[in-house]
C-alpha cells in the first residue's frame, strides 16, 4: 500500500469531516439565529400593538380623533405600509401635548413607548446576525439557510419619549440610478451613525441646494459623487419618487426623493468630491447586477431595487413617475 496515497486520503478524510462538522455548527447556529429573529419580530410587535392601544386611550382623553384614526390604522396596515402607519404615530405622539394628560396614562404611553425602541432595537439586531451569517458563501453555496424567508429590518425612527422636539425636518432630494454598458447599476454602502451596526445600500444622490430643482441637484450630486459630469438633459426622469421618514445622526428626516436614469461607462468611481459626512458614513460602492441584487439579503433603497432595474426605461421615458418604497 503506497504510504503517501494513504497520508493523502487521510487528509482528505479529515477535511470532509472538518467541512461537515462546520456546515452542521453553521446550520445549527443559523437555525438559533432564525429562532430569536422571529421571537424577537413577535416582541416588537406586541410592543407596537400596546403602544396603539395605549395611543387610542390617550386619544379618547384629549378628544384627538387624528391621533385615534392613526393608532387604529397601524394595526390594519398591510405588511408594506406597517413602517410608514408607525412612523406617522410616532410623529403624533412625539408632538403631544402630555401636560393635560392624567399621571397614570403619561406614565403608561411614556412606558409603551420605551419598550417600542427597546424591542425594535433587539429584533434590529437579531436581523443583523442572522443576515451576517446568511451572507457566508459557505453558508450561501450549500443553503444551509433552507426556506427560512430572508428577514428585513423594521425601520422606524426613534423618538425618545423623555425628549420634545420639533417635527420632522423635510428634504427634497434626487438620486441618480446610474447604470453601466452591462446594466449594472453603482450603489453605495453607508450608514446611520447612530446606528453602525445596520449598513445599507443607495444610489448616488443627495438633497437640494438654494435655486436647484431636481434634474439639477442629480447632475450635480452626480458629478460630487462619481466624478461623472453629465448635461441635465442627458437623465431621463424623474423614473420613480420615494417619500420616506428615516432617523440619522440623531436627527429625523422626512425626505422626498426623485430618481433619475443615466447611462454611462465609468473607468473607476471618483469620490474625491465626497462631503467630510460622506467620508464618514460610506463604507464602499460596488456595481450590481439585477439578479445579484434579487438574491442579496443586503439592505438597498428603493426595495425592490432588483426588480425594479427591469422595468427602466432604454432610451426614452413615458413621462409617467412612480412611487416606489
Known sequence: M?????????????????????????????DRLHVRTDAARAALFAALERRAVVARSVA????????????????????????????????????LDRDGLPAALGAELSDAEQRVMIARRVYNDAVRDTLALRSRRLVRWLR????????????IVEFDPEEAGPPSRARRAARVVLLDPDDRVLLFEGVDPARPGEPYWFTPGGGFEPGEDARAAAVRELAEETGLRLAPDEL??????????FGFDGGTIAADE???????????????????????TVLGHR????????????????RDLGALLGELPDGRWDGVTREVS
Open 236 to 245: 431621463l426622469g424623474p423614473v420613480w419618487r420615494r417619500s420616506t421618514v
Open 60 to 95: 379618547r382623553h384629549a378628544g384627538d380623533e387624528s391621533l385615534r384614526a392613526v393608532s387604529a390604522r397601524t394595526e390594519t396596515a398591510p405588511a408594506p405600509d406597517r413602517e410608514a402607519a408607525e412612523n406617522d404615530l410616532g410623529r403624533l405622539l412625539h408632538t
Open 2 to 30: 503506497d504510504p503517501f496515497g494513504v497520508l493523502v486520503g487521510c487528509a482528505l478524510a479529515v477535511l470532509a469531516l472538518l467541512v461537515v462538522a462546520s456546515c452542521l455548527l453553521r446550520a445549527n447556529r443559523l
Open 258 to 280: 426623485e430618481f433619475f436614469v443615466a447611462r454611462a461607462e465609468l473607468a473607476s468611481v471618483d469620490t474625491s468630491g465626497f462631503t467630510d459626512l460622506e467620508v464618514d
Open 144 to 155: 444551509l439557510a433552507g426556506n427560512a424567508p430572508t428577514p428585513g429590518y423594521f425601520e
Open 287 to 302: 456595481w450590481w447586477s439585477g439578479e445579484e441584487l434579487r438574491a442579496t439579503e443586503a439592505v438597498v433603497y428603493p
